[in-house]
């Protein structure tokens, strides 16, 4: 009886993976591409402050229209877009947007106090410099990462991480040039993400590829339609890993 009762549970080549194969119950809860959201708040919020920083506009009251786009347009859409990029299983949509996001919440926070006049505006701040190394040192890796996966998203996070390398040296030594320079590498990852968010938002919309971002390994050529293997048996049926 007992070894009647392990055959049935282990499969005829005594296989467990059969059984939960068999009795496993899946629902399955698809979710869109986060970083379309994510990539459009990092491209706005980069953009705006980027353009500040390289002198294109400012005054005195710079500040109150700065921190609330910041720190809600750049930090809580893309905090929110790492949670839906966590569901969907992808690390490194993840860790960017959830890094970024935190950091322009802290910028947008950085501005109000300098908004109420609690701070001054910290046009050059050793302290400021290290949010940067911090940046730059998570941003640099996660390029290498994304060069596996997106030609497009690697030239954005190569972008951003000159940008917070040149931004962190120019507020630690104080050299405006610097600062410039990293103002300008944030407006180019800032067009950057602007255009690999619009091809996610297009090729999702026309279910074909619009804007060719050099997806590794995926249609990529305007025109071609979009193929999503079943994965099955090892992810779950009809559900796509990542973005």
């Known amino acids: 009886?007992?070894?009647a009762v392990e055959r049935d549970r282990f499969g005829?080549?005594?296989s467990e993976f059969d059984f939960?194969?068999?009795?496993?119950?899946i629902s399955l809860q698809p979710v869109a591409a986060p970083s379309v959201l994510g990539l459009f708040a990092l491209a706005?919020?980069?953009?705006?402050?980027?353009?500040?920083?390289?002198?294109?506009?400012?005054?005195?009251?710079?500040?109150?229209?700065?921190?609330?786009?910041?720190?809600?347009f750049g930090g809580?859409?893309?905090?929110?877009?790492?949670?839906?990029?966590?569901?969907?299983?992808?690390?490194?949509?993840?860790?960017?947007?959830?890094t970024w996001g935190s950091f322009w919440l802290a910028y947008g926070v950085l501005y109000l106090l300098v908004a109420v006049g609690t701070l001054t505006t910290p046009a050059s701040s050793s302290g400021l410099g290290y949010w940067f190394i911090a940046l730059a040192a998570i941003t640099w890796v996660a390029a290498i990462a994304a060069l596996a996966e997106n030609v497009g998203l690697a030239l954005v996070l190569?972008?951003?991480?000159?940008?917070?390398?040149?931004?962190?040296?120019?507020?630690?030594?104080?050299?405006?040039?610097?600062?410039?320079?990293?103002?300008?590498?944030?407006?180019?990852?800032?067009?950057?993400?602007?255009?690999?968010?619009?091809?996610?938002?297009?090729?999702?919309?026309?279910?074909?590829?619009?804007?060719?971002?050099g997806k590794i390994g995926r249609a990529n050529r305007p025109g071609r339609v979009i193929r999503h293997a079943i994965q099955y048996m090892e992810g779950e049926p009809g559900v796509k890993v990542g973005q």
Do not use: K
């Open 44 to 72: 706005g919020a980069t953009f705006i402050v980027a353009a500040h920083l390289a002198g294109w506009y400012g005054n005195p009251s710079t500040p109150e229209y700065l921190f609330p786009f910041a720190a809600l």
């Open 1 to 3: 009886m007992t070894h």
């Open 76 to 98: 809580l859409a893309q905090l929110l877009a790492a949670m839906w990029a966590f569901r969907a299983r992808d690390t490194l949509a993840t860790a960017i947007h959830g």
């Open 20 to 25: 939960w194969r068999d009795h496993a119950q």
């Open 12 to 14: 005829a080549d005594g």
């Open 158 to 213: 190569l972008a951003l991480a000159g940008g917070a390398t040149c931004s962190a040296v120019g507020l630690l030594i104080n050299v405006s040039a610097w600062r410039t320079t990293g103002a300008w590498f944030f407006v180019v990852a800032a067009v950057l993400a602007w255009y690999v968010a619009s091809a996610m938002l297009l090729e999702s919309t026309f279910r074909r590829v619009v804007l060719p971002i």
